[in-house]
């Protein structure tokens, strides 16, 4: 299995910054696309930012020109850059990643454990 692990959630005032980082760990033979997902309360689930294992991404547009996600793929490493928070930002903010088991045949999906990002005016 693949286990992802977030850190860099908090509380900041807007306009300030915030940087996450996920780290996958396990049985990875390959982390395809890896992503950023939040979830505000009485919200659905939305997806932030997405990386793909070359480096091409994918941003919702009310994140676009202020977030920047990134990856260090010898790392299994995937990281938020959260500039010019607003208040509605606040959310938990959870990893993603598809990936193939060392021993698996097919691509899942693995979560985090989600981390609380709290921004507020």
């Known amino acids: 299995q693949v286990q992802l692990v977030e850190s860099g959630g908090g509380l900041v005032q807007a306009g300030g910054s915030l940087r996450l980082s996920c780290a996958a760990s396990g049985s990875i033979f390959k982390i395809n696309a890896m992503g950023w997902y939040r979830q505000a309360p009485g919200k659905q689930r939305e997806s932030v930012a997405t990386i793909t294992s070359g480096g091409n991404t994918n941003y919702a547009d009310v994140v676009k020109g202020r977030f920047t996600i990134s990856r260090d793929n010898a790392k299994n490493t995937v990281f938020l850059q959260m500039n010019s928070l607003k208040p509605e930002d606040t959310a938990v903010y959870y990893c993603?990643?598809?990936?193939?088991?060392?021993?698996?045949?097919?691509?899942?999906?693995?979560w985090g454990q989600g981390t609380q990002v709290t921004v507020s005016s």
């Open positions: 993603n990643a598809v990936a193939i088991t060392l021993f698996g045949r097919y691509e899942y999906n693995y």
